[in-house]
DNA sequence: CCCACGACCTGCTGGC
DNA sequence: TGCCAGCAGGTCGTGG
């Protein structure tokens, strides 16, 4: 479940059970994710109180009062879920890493695909940890423009589509808002990246922005059943205008001709687009 | 440097 | 019904 949206509602939903919260124990239940765990990844986070929970583009993380950050990717396929204290816990599949806190609840990591990153660096070398340090700008503060995005695409001969999933082009968009975002701004998503004009990169720029506060306000979005936190699933994939809704009319671009979401395959990933509005 | 492509994993769906 | 190819919200390394 992991584009900007669904990374930051992940966020919101732990905080109330990790700010503040120490933790006591820390299970491994298999030696690393898609790398693995750093060495002593389960005693440097054994004793230590987390003092805040902050999100970079679609990692969460972590700073612990030891002076360490612990980092958090969810891959295609991770999701945390919170034990009530005094509930019995017996693992389930692909339950990877658990957390006992002081509190008694526990908080669960689990990744079928084993596509998720876990990781522990020093907080005063943040810009230099590998995975952050060349990631461009957050999308929803004013870091991120259409001025800045032109410039970001200069030169560049990548379809746009492509350049979005790019995290050093613009940080937290993936597949779904990539998709979504385009058709908002009307792009074709096969334009090369370096020929957009700055008044469609102002369009795109607002555009991203729109569609990822929308799926905010919705709790993100819940694709094969993956839930938030609480259990919750977020509502915003019944607000997609082109992602998933490949053969469909298209009704939202508001013109009138009969005409039907298509799909591409860039850079190996599908793109859904309306070859009507998206010219 | 830039870009294309495969690798990493498991699970679900749709077509036969 | 059962089987299997194909596909899934992401990144990274290796080539040319």
Redo the contacts with the bound molecule.
């Keep these: 479940?992991?584009?900007l949206p669904?990374v930051e509602t992940v966020r919101k939903g732990l905080e109330p059970l990790l700010k503040g919260a120490t933790i006591k124990t820390v299970t491994l239940r298999r030696t690393g994710l898609?790398a693995p765990f750093p060495a002593g990844f389960a005693q440097s986070l054994e004793g230590a109180t987390i003092t805040r929970l902050r999100r970079r583009?679609?990692y969460i993380l972590a700073d612990l009062d030891t002076g360490q950050v612990w980092l958090s990717?969810l891959?295609?396929s991770g999701s945390f879920r919170e034990v009530p204290k005094g509930t019995p816990f017996t693992p389930e599949?692909?339950d990877h890493v658990i957390l006992t806190l002081e509190s008694g609840k526990r908080l669960v990591f689990n990744d079928?695909?084993?596509?998720g990153q876990m990781d522990l660096y020093d907080r005063d070398q943040e810009d230099a940890h590998?995975?952050l340090s060349a990631l461009g700008p957050e999308p929803l503060t004013r870091d991120f423009s259409g001025l800045v995005l032109h410039k970001r695409l200069l030169g560049?001969?990548?379809p746009i589509k492509?350049a979005l999933?790019d995290?050093r082009v613009v940080s937290g968009v993936?597949?779904?808002y990539a998709c979504e975002a385009l058709f908002r701004a009307g792009i074709n998503p096969r334009k090369a990246s370096g020929k957009i004009n700055l008044a469609s990169c102002d369009d795109l720029a607002q555009a991203i922005k729109d569609v990822m506060n929308a799926a905010l306000k919705s709790g993100?979005?819940?694709?094969?059943n993956?839930r938030q936190v609480d259990g919750k699933e977020?509502l915003f994939q019944h607000h997609f205008m082109v992602y998933d809704h490949a053969g469909a009319r298209c009704t939202a671009c508001g013109c009138k001709k009969e005409h039907y979401i298509k799909t591409i395959v860039q850079?190996?990933?599908?793109t859904f687009y309306c070859p009507e509005k998206q010219r």
């Design positions: 479940m992991p584009e669904e898609r583009a679609k990717h891959g295609m599949t692909h079928p695909r084993r596509f590998k995975a560049k001969k990548v492509v999933l995290q993936g597949n779904i993100g979005s819940s694709l094969r993956h977020g850079a190996g990933r599908t």
